[in-house]
């Protein structure tokens, strides 16, 4: 059931109005003007779920009157239209507040749009009216039913949901349509899972012997993932599963589905050997006998009774066999060159009825030969592409050469090659190291005998490049080469030099194609990559070092060298040798003159700074032996003092000793 829209509902509270102002009440559109005054809400919207419990308040109206006494005493209602829900629906005719007084059911009714009527107890009773919209939400309270449809060649009990089978039922075709219905909403249960397993499958448990197939959501196709076999099982229960998936509430049921499987004379002959390799030797006697077809079937009676036929496409061969018991003869006299081998099939039927089954089986007669044939070889030349840095002793290629004769015993060699190595089986490896830039393609024959014929095969072998060298210069050839620039005759545009360096490696797979770049940019030189070396400013007169990079593009390495260029700018008024003698005289000495010049260098310094030291000890020594002397002195003079003194004193000791002498 849909919700009204807005203007519907206007509709309804006119037609409401209408039937009061009848009654003797206002009129319409006076009373439309209070409705939309005096209650609080025009419209009261509220969604409900379906499992809301009893007496659950829904939600409270509420009106106004400016009155006082009877006159603004208000009690609500239902209007006389909307009373058919208050037996779903109840009212505080006080408060104004709506209970649930029944319960709800989404599957039955999806929403209830009614009136609320307040009206006050004045002598002139006024009143207004207000609508209430309630929307019921779903909730998952449904259970999922599984339901079973059967082609109609199926034998079906439908009440009990058993089914009748032939054994010889195809794999590829559905027999049960499964479809599942819930009456809950489609925004409820967006998700239905179903499910089965095998019950009783005591045979093999691990073998899903059905597929279901989903259509849709609800719907589902179910067949046999491999053919039914009576004499294997008889019987199947298959057990259902449905879920419908909700976050709050998941419901789930089940049903039983049996299969019953119905025998038919399904046992095919069988053949004791899988394939049939017969040989003959060329010259044979005719009408001999080959061999016997053995063959066996399970079923009984004439359903296990077995004739025999030969089957080709041929209009005629020279074998035959006996439609009872399965002997196989020649009928001709062989002869290997004209026809080597013979193909066919031989089929046996029983006599099942209303079907007879079959089964065929592959013969492949070679007729034996002497040995008169050379070997072939596969093709008539082979070609091989190897990088250089290939693995020694790793094979890289295969030459196969067959022969008609049988039980042939093939020996290869190569002739006139020492880089290469080919083995009995025809396997190619290189055991000695190979250079692109050396040689870059073998040539060679392979031979092949059988110990009495031989053949012979050519072999070409392209050796591909890898980025194994590093460019070399060319143009400068040495390194710290001269360049001299007079900025006043040379124009800009003007090509100073092109370099160019050799790398010889491939130049079509990037290893060989080298490009230049200048490792310090000079705002007035620009280095293309062709190694093009274009004035692009006026300079600035001075000396400038050029560090020039040539680099190849290998795909995974990258080699690079890198030259050193003396620049010199200069003018019309500059002195091009003294600026040159100025700046780099030290760089025209050979290496060896560079090297003893700076040992020289370096046994001066030592030797001036030994000679410093030398002079600093002397100095050193010099001082400490004048302190030496001069303390020495010094304590000399001390002594002698000392003595005076003590030679005086002895003499006033002498003289007091005399002095007492004399007194006695």
Not at 252 to 264: A, H, V
Request: glycine share 4%.
């Amino acid at each position: 059931m849909g919700h009204p829209s807005i203007g519907e509902s206007i509709l309804a509270m006119r037609k409401q109005s209408s039937y009061t102002c009848a009654s003797g009440f206002t009129s319409p559109s006076k009373w439309l003007l209070n409705a939309l005054r005096d209650f609080e809400k025009d419209i009261y919207t509220i969604e409900l779920s379906e499992n809301t419990p009893l007496n659950t308040t829904i939600l409270q109206v509420h009106a106004y009157d400016g009155d006082i006494g009877l006159n603004g005493r208000i009690t609500y209602d239902f209007t006389d239209a909307s009373k058919q829900y208050n037996n779903i629906f109840s009212i505080d005719n006080e408060t104004g507040v709506i209970y649930l007084r029944s319960l709800l059911d989404y599957e039955q009714r999806t929403s209830y749009i009614f009136y609320i009527e307040a009206h006050d107890f004045g002598k002139d009773i006024r009143s207004s009216q207000t609508l209430i919209n309630i929307t019921i939400l779903d909730e998952n309270d449904c259970y999922p039913i599984i339901n079973f449809q059967y082609l109609p060649e199926i034998n079906s009990n439908l009440s009990n949901d058993i089914i009748e089978i032939s054994e010889n039922y195809s794999i590829d075709k559905f027999f049960v349509k499964i479809f599942i219905t819930d009456q809950d909403s489609y925004n409820i249960n967006r998700k239905i899972l179903l499910w089965f397993e095998i019950l009783d499958n005591y045979n093999n448990k691990n073998i899903q012997e059905f597929h279901l197939y989903e259509i849709n959501n609800l719907t589902y196709l179910l067949n046999c993932t491999k053919s039914f076999d009576f004499e294997y099982q008889q019987i199947y229960r298959l057990k259902f599963y449905v879920n419908d998936i909700n976050l709050n509430k998941t419901l789930q049921t089940n049903k039983i589905l049996t299969i019953n499987i119905i025998d038919e004379n399904d046992n095919r002959p069988q053949f004791l050997q899988s394939y049939y390799y017969l040989s003959i030797y060329e010259n044979n006697q005719a009408n001999i006998i080959l061999t016997k077809i053995e063959t066996f079937d399970p079923d009984n009676g004439e359903n296990g009774r077995l004739t025999y036929e030969l089957l080709t496409n041929e209009t005629y061969i020279p074998f035959s066999i006996d439609i009872n018991t399965g002997i196989l003869r020649c009928l001709d006299i062989f002869d290997r060159e004209i026809r080597s081998n013979y193909t066919f099939d031989i089929r046996v039927s029983d006599h099942g009825y209303p079907i007879s089954l079959s089964s065929k089986i592959s013969i492949e007669i070679h007729i034996k030969d002497i040995n008169d044939n050379k070997p072939i070889f596969e093709y008539d030349k082979y070609e091989f592409f190897l990088e250089e840095n290939y693995q020694l002793w790793k094979s890289f290629g295969i030459i196969y050469a067959y022969d008609y004769d049988l039980n042939t015993s093939l020996i290869y060699y190569i002739e006139n090659e020492n880089k290469f190595h080919i083995n009995q089986y025809g396997e190619i490896f290189l055991k000695n190291s190979i250079d692109r830039e050396l040689k870059n393609k073998y040539y060679f024959l392979v031979t092949v005998s059988d110990n009495y014929f031989q053949t012979s095969v050519p072999v070409y072998i392209e050796i591909l490049d890898i980025n194994d060298c590093k460019p070399q210069w060319k143009n400068p050839l040495k390194n710290y080469t001269k360049l001299f620039i007079n900025k006043d005759i040379i124009t800009i545009g003007t090509i100073i030099i092109k370099f160019e360096a050799i790398d010889q490696d491939d130049i079509t797979n990037g290893n060989g194609l080298i490009n230049y770049f200048m490792i310090e940019n000079y705002n007035f030189l620009n280095l293309l990559q062709n190694g093009e070396l274009i004035l692009n400013s006026t300079p600035i007169i001075g000396y400038y070092l050029l560090n020039i990079q040539a680099k190849d593009n290998g795909k995974f390495v990258q080699y690079s060298s890198i030259i050193q260029i003396d620049l010199f700018i200069n003018d019309n008024n500059t002195n091009t040798s003294k600026f040159y003698d100025q700046f780099y005289k030290l760089n025209l000495l050979s290496t060896l003159q560079r090297f003893i010049l700076l040992i020289t260098l370096f046994l001066s310094i030592i030797f001036i700074i030994l000679f410093v030291i030398s002079i600093i000890l002397i100095m050193i020594c010099r001082y400490r032996k004048e302190k030496y002397l001069s303390y020495m002195k010094c304590n000399k003079n001390k002594l002698n003092n000392t003595n005076l003194t003590i030679e005086q004193i002895n003499s006033i000791d002498s003289s007091s000793n005399s002095s007492k002498l004399s007194l006695v």
